[in-house]
């Protein structure tokens, strides 16, 4: 009987500890939360409750459904227009992701082929690129998007430019490293001698060297696109309302915070978790594609 316990506990012991070796190897919680979000964007209309516009103003401020004064009407709760918290939160998802997903691709072709020209081109061109890059540094994004939606009215395309210009910086810097040390590789040399273009030499030989990086640093800068998006609409610099951008969502719940904390908490919480699922896998990434990280692992 003893015999047969112990057996029992070793089998348990082994396959715990098997599942924290694929919890340390893979993020998989990060995955399954970015899965989630990715399910919620595509197919918000036929997984929330209602639309995220249908008001109900008996609702206002209607507690989550395990809370006294709770329905199953609004399982996480409604604003303070009644609309449902739930819905809200399912159709800002698909928001999320237009938003960090284009400005991302923008900022990465800008930043990526400034770093590539001025990597390989050196000289004038170089300095001029990086001096640019330290005037955007000293700049700080929130007051210069607040000057920006002062002149422009707050709309998706603003926000889209502005987060744009914010993803760019980063890629300049990091990519013109990478091609500094790639141009003067053996293979580089070759193909000088061999009469290519400078241009084929850019795409053919030194892009798909740096195409690495450009995937760690875009993993890393989604998450920070995120915030960046939720902290101007919260000011008010950002996606418009009614659209159920999470940062308007938190904004609409700020004044009441007493006694219907849920209204700004749930989309507060969502954008933690996506934006720390982002940060977890751009690290996992770049413990992964980095050479000298690599062998450590």
Known sequence: MNDARITSNISIVSYLAKIWWVLRKWPVIPIIILLTLLICSGFSEQIAPESYRKTDLRLRNAPPFWMEGGSTKRI???????????SRLI??????????????????????????????????????????????????????????????????????????????????????????????????SAAKIAGASKVRIILKHILPGVFNTVMIIASLRVG??????????????????????????????????????????????????????????GDWLRDRLDPNLRQLL
């Not at 996480?76 to 739930?86: K, M, Q, S």
């Not at 920070?224 to 659209?243: K, N």
């Not at 004044?255 to 699922?277: E, H, K, Q």
């Open 76 to 86: 996480l709760g409604g604003d303070v227009v009644g609309r449902d918290i739930l």
């Open 91 to 188: 159709h800002g998802a698909r928001i999320e992701l237009i938003v960090a997903g284009i400005s991302l691709l923008s900022g990465a072709i800008i930043g990526v082929t400034l770093g590539l020209i001025a990597g390989y081109m050196g000289g004038f061109i170089d300095e001029l690129t990086m001096r640019l890059v330290d005037i955007w540094f000293s700049i700080p994004f929130i007051l210069f998007a607040l000057v920006v939606t002062i002149a422009f009215e707050p709309s998706l395309q603003v926000v889209l430019v502005l987060l744009a210009i914010l993803a760019w910086s980063a890629f300049v810097r990091n990519i013109r490293a990478e091609v500094l040390a790639l141009k003067g590789r053996d293979y580089v």
């Open 224 to 281: 920070q696109l995120i915030m960046a998006e939720a902290s101007l609409s919260f000011l008010g610099a950002g996606i418009p309302a009614p659209t159920p951008a999470w940062g308007v969502m938190v904004a609409d719940g700020r004044n009441y915070l007493d006694n219907a904390w849920w209204v700004s908490t749930f989309p507060g919480f969502a954008i933690l978790l996506v934006v720390m699922s982002f940060n977890f896998i």
